[in-house]
């Protein structure tokens, strides 16, 4: 048996604002910082982590360095473009309700993550679940018996593996919002038939100043 744990980065200046992010360089806020390094402290006291994937982004870079220096000592991150966020092309930088101005038809009330467009220079659903699933299947394949690997990535991610391991409507998965900034999640590998054991885990709330 094996363990994911799945985690998304800290606070950005950008989710701060409520801009679209996307692919962008946004930068962790003072609190993204502390919040990712009390995340890997608090990995720390649980578990034994052996392997660390991260969307190759600034911002989840960021938080893959801060939990380090929570954590003491995580392996050296494998960082993938496949655990990068849904790409927005030209959107990108937008406002939500500027981005819901150009989209109409859009639900306001759903996360933009689950517009069903694909802007231009951007990526349309099939192509962001298609790449997710990769490093998913990556994932998996190389957490060895009695492993434990820690992925760093972005929300709209961590709905679409939500949505696989619950069997949810992905649609309706990525339609809700998005879990707390350094939220985790852990997944029990067991004989090929992962299962979710605990989700949005934010324990390391306690350890903030």
């Known amino acids: 048996m094996g363990t ?8 950005t200046t950008w989710n701060r604002d409520g801009r679209i992010q996307g692919w962008a360089p946004s930068r962790l806020t003072d609190q993204g910082q502390k919040q990712a390094t009390a995340l890997g402290t608090w990995l720390d006291e649980r578990y034994g982590v052996d392997r660390v994937f991260a969307s190759d982004l600034r911002r989840t870079r960021e938080t893959a360095a801060a939990a380090n ?8 991150p494998e960082f993938e473009t496949d655990w990068r966020e849904r790409g927005f092309g030209t959107m990108q930088g937008l406002y939500a309700e500027e981005l819901l101005d150009e989209f109409p038809g859009h639900d306001r009330d759903a996360s933009v993550i689950s517009l069903d467009a694909a ?3 951007g990526e ?4 962001f679940r298609g790449r997710v699933e990769s490093a998913w299947d ?10 434990t690997t820690l992925v760093v990535t972005h929300g709209g991610v961590i709905k679409i593996l939500l949505a696989k391991l619950t069997d949810v409507d992905p649609d309706a998965a990525l339609a809700k919002s998005s879990q707390p900034n350094c939220a985790a999640n852990e997944i029990r590998l067991d004989a090929g038939s992962p299962e979710l054991v605990s989700e ?6 306690t350890l903030l100043d």
């Open 4 to 11: 994911l744990l799945v985690a998304r980065h800290g606070e």
């Open 69 to 76: 220096d929570g954590y003491g000592g995580l392996p050296d």
């Open 119 to 121: 802007p231009e220079g």
């Open 124 to 127: 349309g659903i099939p192509t």
């Open 138 to 147: 990556r994932a998996i394949a190389t957490t060895d018996v009695g492993e």
């Open 200 to 205: 949005e885990m934010t324990g390391w709330r």
